[in-house]
């Protein structure tokens, strides 16, 4: 086989290969320096994307690797050089997919970073859920509904009474924290209008659920959880002693050593 051949036989092995890809296009990333903007967007089959901080910000689609973000003029997105990021569905008009946004802290807290860093997931209908995942250390997290005429959830990650992520949806949104290590204090108490799951993981944590029907896993170390609300719930206390307030034959208790009703 002559070299020619060899190459036109590669470039068609390419070809094929990359067809698969295509079909499963990557989310993609935008940086505009000029509006301190980066704005995510779902592939159009992806049904998950992560958003987390770092020496840059990094985005990946489901366990795919996560990459910065660059602007044409190819500088890269930092929690300190963006104000807002963005994160779209593939389109608005394709079929509602249950989509995961992920914001994850454990590489860095991003109101450390910046004070004005907001989030914005506009990932449509269909049961969408948002995970924010926290660091090894004490963290409060405030989560609400969005106010006037958007709807949605609305997150306050450190408690200091600024609204951090702003997830537009129907009521049927779940919003899930996964606390880490440390001491961490979870306050849904005013949320009407979506669900949460609420996993302490280790540390004695508090965990405190909204108005609708939440799920509630206290995890490794002494927790305490509010569950009382008249609505039958999961509730796990996880290893050593847990407590909390409970609704009494109908929320589903197991490993809470000290319960009150
Ligand atoms: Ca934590
Ligand atoms: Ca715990
Ligand atoms: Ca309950
Ligand atoms: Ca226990």
């Known amino acids: 086989m002559n070299k020619r051949i060899l190459l036109g036989a590669l470039a068609g092995v ?3 290969v990359a067809l698969p890809s295509a079909a499963n296009a990557a ?3 935008n940086y505009d320096q000029a509006k301190r903007e980066m704005q995510v967007r779902y592939g159009a089959n992806d049904t998950g994307v992560t958003v987390t ?12 690797p996560l990459r910065s973000c660059f602007s044409t003029s190819g500088v890269a997105a930092t929690a300190a050089n963006t104000d807002k990021v963005t994160i779209k569905a593939f389109s608005s008009t394709t079929a509602p997919l249950p989509q995961t946004t992920t914001i994850d802290e454990r590489n860095g807290d991003f109101a450390a970073s910046n004070p004005k860093l907001q989030f914005f997931v506009f990932t449509g209908t269909g049961g969408d859920r948002l995970i924010v995942r926290e660091s090894g250390q004490a963290d409060a997290m405030h989560l609400m509904d969005q ?14 009474g600024d609204v951090d992520i702003r997830m537009t ?3 049927d949104a779940i919003v899930q924290v996964n606390g880490g290590a440390g001491a961490d204090f979870i306050d849904a108490t005013n949320v009407r209008g979506y669900h949460t799951v609420q996993l302490g993981e280790g540390g004695n944590d ?5 108005t609708l029907s939440d799920s ?3 995890g490794a170390d002494q927790d ?4 009382k609300d008249g609505i039958a719930e999961s509730v796990k206390g996880g290893t050593e002693s847990d407590t909390g307030t409970f609704d009494f034959n109908l929320d589903q208790l197991s490993s809470i050593e000290r319960p009150g009703f």
Request: aromatic residues 8%; proline residues 2%; hydrophobic residues 35%.
């Open 14 to 16: 390419t070809a094929i």
């Open 27 to 29: 989310a993609t990333c």
């Open 53 to 64: 901080n770092g020496g840059t910000l990094r985005y990946s689609e489901g366990a795919g």
């Open 147 to 160: 106010g006037g005429l958007a709807f949605g959830p609305a997150i306050d990650l450190d408690y200091d």
């Open 169 to 171: 949806t129907t009521n």
């Open 206 to 210: 508090g965990l405190l659920g909204g």
């Open 216 to 218: 509630f896993d206290g």
């Open 224 to 227: 305490t959880i509010r569950a």
